[in-house]
């Protein structure tokens, strides 16, 4: 993924997508191997096959494996990339029906 200079130019296998996963920001730390349930993807592009998903919407419940891949790893940039089958995403969303879980999270006093 280092090598691409512009991810969203990606020639992709038919009915899939590529998406930036987004982790919400959070004061709790949890073991390794537990799921976060507020994760989601931004989808950074689409193959021409897929006619109902937009750059820019948000996959929110997405069932099977996909393919990662993570850049900076450690460092305060890190991102994780993944390809995603569409017959797999469960739930996405424009991004004007979405409620960010940081939006939330900031106005929760610790």
Same mark, same amino acid.
């Given at each position: 993924m280092e090598k691409i200079k512009k991810l969203e130019d990606v020639i992709?296998?038919?009915? =899939?997508l590529l998406a930036e996963v987004l982790k919400p920001k959070r004061y709790i730390v949890s073991p390794d191997g537990t799921e976060d349930k507020d994760s989601y993807g931004v989808?950074?592009?689409?193959? !021409?096959?897929? =006619?109902?998903?937009e750059i820019g919407d948000l996959v929110i419940k997405y069932v099977g494996?996909?393919?990662?891949? =993570?850049?900076? =790893?450690?460092?305060s940039? !890190?991102?994780t990339y993944v390809i995603m089958h569409r017959g797999n995403v469960m739930l996405a969303v424009k991004p004007?029906?979405?409620?960010?879980?940081d939006?939330?999270?900031?106005?929760?006093?610790v």
């Open positions: 992709l296998s038919p009915s =899939t989808v950074i592009a689409i193959h !021409e096959t897929i =006619t109902d998903l494996s996909m393919n990662g891949y =993570t850049l900076n =790893t450690g460092k940039n !890190e991102k004007d029906n979405f409620i960010n879980p939006v939330i999270m900031a106005k929760i006093s």
